[in-house]
């Protein structure tokens, strides 16, 4: 069966099978840019969310006789409705910015690892490390947390800027809600054979994350938060990095001024527990109570 006939007929099923809260559109219909060739877009129409499924693996590479393509329909539509995966699914942004503000989120990632990767998306430097943002589609793929990286075509199409994406991501964290903040021993009480670095240091370590614990180590942007810590240790704390997902506080005056002994167990952690893309740090942060900052200590 040749392309468009293919295209003609996917489109027309995939519209049947999906129903009215759907829109999908065929290469004429395109309305997103950079879709690639022979690609069907499929639309959600309560978020703005679209998915770009890239049919060339049904259709470049081998005949698709007629009876296979209902076959493929209910697979792509079952994907579309998170029963089921599928390959060859691009996900693509929104299409415009106040359909997809509330659904911009943003992770730390250590700037001099991601070099490369940061010289091609829109980001924001923090200490050494930089603000990337993402789009979460929950709508799409219920019980499934799903990211479209956000790249600077995207920001250009929505006439948005670094700003505004900053400001997003933070309204949209602290909707979310209060993050987890606990004692060390009390997130890996229920773990068994785990060696809690607390019992070597001789008092306790607190954990900071976020809510399900992915990318969690971003609540550090949350000012609010950090004042809160402040406010619940009744003094300055170092930031001890321990991956992209969390960090450990540690009330200042319980370690002394030894930094560098701080640094010392994050590097072992970093280097005997976590896997590359997992690792925000070795350096060792300070926050300070008086002036609300966080600085590099070592």
Known sequence: MEWKRF?????????????SGYQVDGENGKSLKGMPPQSICVRRKDTGASLVIKMDGYCGHHIVREDEVDSIASRIAAFCEGKAHVGNIGLFGFTDWETVKPHIYAKLVNTERNRGYLAHIPHREFLDLSLVYHIRLPDFFP??????PIREE?????????????????????AEGEPVFE???ETLKDIPGINIPQNRLGFPLYVLGSQGWKDGAVQICRQEIMERVAGVFKSDFWILPSSVHEVLLLPAGQFGEDAQGLAGLVKEV???????????????????RLTGEITVAA
């Not at 019980?143 to 479209?148: G, L, T, V």
């Not at 590359?276 to 350096?283: F, K, N």
């Open 143 to 148: 019980d499934k947390r799903n990211f479209i």
């Open 270 to 288: 970093n280097d005997t527990h976590l896997a590359p893309e997992e690792i925000l740090s070795y350096h060792v942060y300070r926050y300070t």
């Open 183 to 185: 004692s060390l021993g």
């Open 7 to 19: 295209e003609q007929k996917i489109a027309a099923l995939l519209q049947e099978k999906l129903g």
């Open 154 to 174: 995207y920001v250009r199409d929505w006439d948005a800027d670094g700003e505004m994406l900053y400001q997003a991501a933070m309204e949209n964290m602290q």
